[in-house]
């Protein structure tokens, strides 16, 4: 559906272009399954149509019965396309046919670097399978959304990927602007009535995090090409000391985290009934979206679960873990945080966390951390 103009927010253009290629092509193979037999037709697969035309064509012509003409690799000199132009209209399927001059190779992977708002539907990627289609856009469940998605998508997370934890309120509102000025894919991992239900503890909120990325994104995958980094906002940070403590445990190496102000000295930081402002952040924040149940749920084990202490959870973590602390001007447990990691940057942002971040996010002072960011990174 490119190059038409089509009225609705950016999700519904995308699910009525989707809805328009399903029923189209549906049709077509359903068509074709009862009309024609494998030897009366032939497959024309539009990405080996542009990068081998005289191949593909060769074999269109061979089907129809036609005799091959050399002009077919030249489609926008032909008379018929001309045509077009004295007509004043180009609804023939390419919105851009005078905007070409000649079949372009590299159109056949530029629908890979497409980012898609929302989800394909199953039937879709069924139908686009039974078409020879294996790589698809990374299928995601609503706790996970792309901040800044890859240049090229997958069905595969990308090798380098930055995790990005929500805050207590369960937004990303602060960091969205910095995000898309770093030059790392970042994946934001945010609150939902899912995240929540049955939640025993904060500690059961945290190890549900955990199987759900590992599941999704295989972050806890260890190898030489595979690089994961952490950012934590306000109570993400929590989320992003354990997650790296955790990956530290299955041998990630040289993984980083980057804390945007929050606590990190309570030796029971799980504990959601204790005296600890990120966990009465998220607590509100719960109760407001999906009601005092959700709560209960949440404070019915308090205290941390088996495995999910402070110092369990922490006493895997290499002595080379780096960390950019980025603190306002109410630090919270920066001493703490220099004890568990070896090497520790700080930067200094003016005001109260959240406050201070939203208004860096819409001044110079976002490029200015964006770029320390990158460069600690990297």
């Known amino acids: 559906m490119q190059g038409f103009k089509v009225d609705g927010t950016v999700e519904e253009q995308c699910r009525g272009a989707e809805a328009i290629w399903l029923e189209s092509n549906r049709n077509i193979a359903d068509v074709l399954s009862i009309a024609a037999t494998s030897d009366s037709m032939t497959n024309v697969n539009y990405e080996r149509l542009v990068t081998a035309p005289e191949q593909v064509l060769r ?3 061979t089907c ?21 132009r004295a ?9 851009k046919l005078f905007k070409r001059a000649r079949i372009e190779a590299k159109q056949a992977d530029k629908w890979r670097k497409v980012t898609l708002p929302v989800a394909l539907r199953s039937a879709t990627i069924s139908l686009a399978r039974e078409l020879g289609y294996t790589d698809f856009p990374l299928q995601l469940p609503p706790e ?13 997370p990308p090798s380098q990927l930055l995790v990005c934890i929500h805050p207590g309120l369960g937004v990303f509102d602060a960091l969205v602007e910095i995000v898309l000025l770093l030059s790392w894919p ?12 049955g939640c025993q503890s904060i500690a059961h909120l945290e190890q549900r995090y955990w199987e759900l990325a590992d599941k999704h994104i295989a972050l806890g995958r260890s190898d030489e090409k595979t690089r994961r980094h ?24 040289d993984v980083r985290v980057v804390l945007l102000d929050g606590r990190v000295s309570d030796q029971v930081y799980f504990q959601a009934a204790s005296n600890d402002g990120a966990a009465a952040a998220l607590l509100d924040a719960v109760r407001a979206k999906y009601g005092d149940e959700a709560v209960d749920n949440v404070l019915s084990l308090p205290g941390s679960m088996s495995g999910g202490g402070y110092e ?3 006493s895997m973590l290499a002595r080379g873990l780096r960390v950019l602390y980025v603190e306002s001007e109410e630090p919270m447990g920066l001493e703490r945080v220099r004890e568990l990691a070896f090497h520790v940057d700080v930067v200094h942002i003016e005001g109260w966390h959240v406050e201070a971040l939203q208004r860096v996010s819409r001044g110079e002072g976002a490029h200015t951390l964006a770029r320390k960011i990158d460069a600690f990174l990297a």
């Open 59 to 61: 074999g269109v012509c």
């Open 64 to 84: 129809l019965q036609l005799d091959w003409e050399p002009q077919m690799l030249h489609p926008y000199d032909a008379d018929s396309t001309k045509s077009f």
């Open 87 to 95: 007509a004043e209209t180009v609804f023939v399927g390419d919105p």
């Open 144 to 156: 996970l959304e792309w901040l800044k998605a890859p240049q090229r998508h997958s069905s595969q």
């Open 186 to 197: 970042s994946l934001g991992l945010r609150l939902t009535s899912r995240s929540v239900r």
């Open 230 to 253: 952490l950012l934590g906002h306000s109570f993400g940070c929590r989320i992003a000391f354990s997650f790296a403590s955790r990956l530290s445990d299955v041998g990630c190496r």
């Open 312 to 314: 369990m959870r922490h």
